[in-house]
């Protein structure tokens, strides 16, 4: 079979590979659809922990080819989403139920041979059903949808709340939509690109900020802002070092502030320790997707959440290379791998 293999960093091949067989307690997996994600970019250019050797991939979807012995669940020609991220059950933070902080954390297509491929291998116990009815591509949309889920849970948005989302990629689409089901009134998205805006407009954002029209900060929080005196929660969803920075001043006092997009490992932002004491703001970090994979499954499953318009483009394996080593392309939201194109 044909798999996109992280060799070393900055190394990124199509390589002929073996097809594996499923142990007990697995499946094997024919990989429909994976996402390009921005975590992969980062796993290529070394900002990110992975074990290479390794197949890349870890947002897919597909149909079961065979399964295990110890398998009860599953059966071949059903579709599932994979959770990529396997914890150990037995590690202090695993008793404390924090399993997505488990020491011995081991991920799909970081760790282990992963969604850019003809196959997979995923755990049965990291498999969520999927309609047959659904398009395949939607299904590629549970892991990332999985990750924003447990952002909105930790913001605790409620009913009437005021949200700014900064970043228009596929991380904060999806939470303009998220952040609407919780009951927000009022979703502010910032983005310098304007496709993106529009497209927000379409999710349920109630208006959108263009950064360079001005300083974002006036123009949601200021006197003659959209939120005078800041929102009730932001988001941060670009995972770059100025919207971190900004992050905390868009926030009216009492406010929160949620870290979801991922910067590079061991990039650093200034923070002024005072202005969060004095206007006592919450400052929180989300990472992946504890226990949330499966309400995800049933939001897209169902089409509570739109991820057709996400879709930007859909490539093939041999395009996988070029897809993640360049940036992604002028309003571009969501690369798909299509293994069987």
Wanted: hydrophobic fraction near 45%.
């Amino acid at each position: 079979m044909k798999a996109a293999r992280l060799e070393a960093i900055g190394s990124l091949f199509l390589r002929d590979v073996t097809t594996p067989d499923p142990g007990p307690d697995d499946l094997l997996v024919r990989v429909e659809a994976c996402g390009v994600c921005g975590t992969d970019r980062h796993l290529l250019a070394g900002e990110f922990p992975s074990t290479p050797p390794v197949t890349l991939g870890h947002e897919f979807a597909g149909i079961v080819e065979a399964v295990g012995g110890a398998v009860v669940h599953f059966r071949p020609g059903m579709r599932i989403t994979g959770d990529p991220n396997i914890h150990c059950g037995r590690c202090a933070q695993c008793r404390r139920g924090r399993i997505n902080l488990c020491e011995n954390l081991r991920a799909i297509g970081i760790h282990r041979d992963g969604g850019f491929a003809d196959y997979v291998i995923v755990p049965q116990r990291q498999a969520y059903e999927l309609p047959l009815t659904l398009p395949a591509e939607h299904g590629a949309f549970c892991e990332p949808l999985a990750c924003c889920l447990h952002g909105v849970d930790l913001a605790e948005i409620r009913a009437g709340s005021s949200v700014a989302v900064l970043g228009g990629g596929v991380i904060g689409l999806l939470t303009v939509q998220l952040a609407r089901l919780a009951g927000a009134t009022t979703v502010v998205l910032v983005t310098r690109q304007a496709v993106r805006r529009t497209l927000a407009g379409t999710l349920g954002a109630t208006a959108s900020v263009d950064p360079a029209a001005g300083d974002v900060v006036d123009q949601v929080a200021g006197r003659n802002g959209i939120v005078p005196g800041g929102v009730d929660v932001v988001i941060e969803c670009a995972g770059v070092a100025e919207t971190v920075r900004q992050a905390p001043k868009l926030a009216r006092a009492g406010g929160t502030v949620v870290i979801l997009g991922v910067l590079p490992q061991g990039e650093t932002v200034p923070i002024e320790p005072f202005d969060l004491l004095f206007r006592e703001i919450r400052l929180l970090g989300s990472f992946i997707n504890p226990s949330t994979h499966a309400r995800a499954a049933t939001l897209v499953a169902e089409g509570a959440i739109k991820v057709e318009p996400l879709i930007s483009r859909r490539i093939g394996l041999a395009e996988v290379p070029d897809a993640i080593a360049n940036p992604p392309r002028a309003g571009e939201v969501k690369v798909l791998v299509m293994p069987g194109r």
